[in-house]
């Protein structure tokens, strides 16, 4: 009914940027929140950023400065600037949107995507 694409994961050097990129397509009525969450090889899945539907965002501690999420409402789609990337930012990525869809009673219902892997490293 609902899914999340991602795209711009790749291999970058302590320092780079990248702009990972995440649209929502199917049976979409609205969709509130939208975030991003990553998990590195032995790790849990940990949040990384969320923005509201009205553009407020919230960032873990360790990549404020650094990262910037936003949304385009009309695209269905939540972005994450990611510059001085860091190896520590080593993980797969993966984006989640809150989603209310049509002719569905309840909800919202929460959608994942594949995940993308970022590496960092010299």
């Known amino acids: 009914q609902v899914q999340l694409v991602e795209s711009g994961g790749g291999l970058v050097r302590p320092g780079g940027s990248l702009r990972l990129s995440c649209a929502a397509s199917?049976?979409?009525?609205?969709?509130?929140?939208m975030a991003w969450y990553r998990q590195a090889p032995g790790s849990e899945r940990e949040f990384v950023a969320r923005?509201?539907?009205?553009?407020?965002?919230k960032y873990t501690e360790s990549v404020k400065d650094r990262f910037t999420i936003s949304r385009d409402n009309a695209a269905n789609t939540v972005l994450l600037q990611m510059n001085n990337l860091k190896p520590e930012d080593t993980a797969v990525y993966y984006c989640?949107?809150?989603?209310?869809?049509?002719?569905?009673?309840?909800?919202?219902?929460?959608?994942w995507g594949q995940g993308t892997q970022v590496t960092v490293s010299s």
């Open positions: 199917g049976s979409i009525f609205a969709i509130n929140d």
């Open positions: 923005i509201s539907r009205t553009r407020i965002t």
């Open positions: 989640k949107a809150d989603v209310w869809v049509k002719s569905m009673e309840g909800g919202p219902w929460d959608f």
